[in-house]
T-cell receptor, first 111, second 115 residues
Framework: AQSVTQPDIHITVSEGASLELRCNYS??????LFWYVQSPGQGLQLLLK??????LVQGIKGFEAEFKRSQSSFNLRKPSVHWSDAAEYFC?????????FGTGTRLKVLA | KAGVTQTPRYLIKTRGQQVTLSCSPI?????VSWYQQTPGQGLQFLFE???????NKGNFPGRFSGRQFSNSRSEMNVSTLELGDSALYLC??????????????FGPGTRLTVL
């Protein structure tokens, strides 16, 4: 069955620290992978996407993600977190089947 | 290019009433998907419309319905509202239907509160 797992429901980091949000997927076809960010009460904003090619993709706001087919993972990283990064982050996958979202990881940033 | 717009942004209704939410996709986008987001359930897929036809449907009761017009604008209707329908309803548009490697663009959502 197709699924997306974000194992960390909440993550807290200090401002300036590095960040890695985990995403694992199960998909029966070649996946397209996305990371979205949602600020409180807002819609989802696309951070980055992977369709093919270079497995390390760069996104907006200094985020990057690495696609690892052997591990079925698409982890999101940022070298230095800013207080404004506090939000909820969703991993999603699509392809020949419908869009599937993970349950989200809520990021808290300590000053 | 204007983004996805949703109206109204906030709505308060009472149990038993019905509500209609509207979504205008990005110009040129023919697919509109609706999601319900609640703290306990996360993002739940409601349905998708492409070229005025419902293409996919999630596991929601028949009280939830939708339609799409020839200009790709979509409406979602919830009849006989229940307290549990309180949620953020998100609309997303894309150029192609789901199952076709498409990228979705989301609107800001409509916050529905049922009292």
């Amino acid at each position: 069955a197709q699924s997306v797992t974000q194992p960390d429901i909440h993550i807290t980091v200090s401002e300036g620290a590095s960040l890695e949000l985990r995403c694992n997927y199960s998909y029966g076809a070649t996946p397209y992978l996305f990371w979205y960010v949602q600020s409180p009460g807002q819609g989802l904003q696309l951070l980055l996407k992977y369709f093919s090619g270079d497995t390390l993709v760069q996104g907006i706001k200094g985020f990057e993600a690495e696609f690892k087919r052997s591990q079925s993972s698409f982890n999101l990283r940022k070298p230095s977190v800013h207080w404004s990064d506090a939000a909820e982050y969703f991993c999603a996958v699509t392809g020949t089947y419908k869009y599937i979202f993970g349950t989200g990881t809520r990021l808290k940033v300590l000053a | 290019k204007a983004g996805v717009t949703q109206t109204p942004r906030y709505l308060i209704k009472t149990r038993g009433q019905q509500v209609t939410l509207s979504c205008s996709p990005i110009s040129g986008h023919r697919s509109v998907s609706w999601y319900q987001q609640t703290p306990g359930q996360g993002l739940q897929f409601l349905f998708e419309y492409f070229s005025e036809t419902q293409r996919n449907k999630g596991n929601f009761p028949g009280r939830f319905s939708g339609r799409q017009f020839s200009n790709s604008r979509s409406e979602m209707n919830v009849s006989t509202l229940e307290l549990g329908d309180s949620a953020l309803y998100l609309c997303a548009s894309s150029t192609r239907t789901s199952g076709a490697y498409n990228e979705q663009f989301f609107g800001p959502g409509t916050r529905l509160t049922v009292l």
